[in-house]
């Protein structure tokens, strides 16, 4: 089992992101990094924390 780098998975659940919504944002960065799974989880976590921040929406995100 591949140990995550970073926990973004852990921010998902506090902000009650639904699963298949999680599931829309892991698919479109893995596109950007399909090889770094640090680099996949690195943007995951720093597009929800902007999130949690009030910066990004995450309907808005995923329409672009």
């Keep these: 089992m591949n ?3 970073f926990d973004y998975k852990t921010i998902a659940m506090k902000l ?3 699963k298949k919504r999680l599931k829309q ?3 479109m960065i893995y596109k950007e990094f399909p090889r770094d799974k640090m ?3 690195l943007h995951m ?3 929800l ?3 949690k921040k ?3 929406d995450i309907q808005e995100f995923i329409s672009l």
């Design 49 to 51: 924390n902007s999130t």
């Design 39 to 41: 680099m996949f989880e």
């Design 54 to 56: 009030g910066r990004v």
């Design 45 to 47: 976590l720093r597009l």
């Design 16 to 18: 009650n992101i639904p």
């Design 3 to 5: 140990p995550e780098c």
């Design 25 to 27: 944002l892991e698919d």
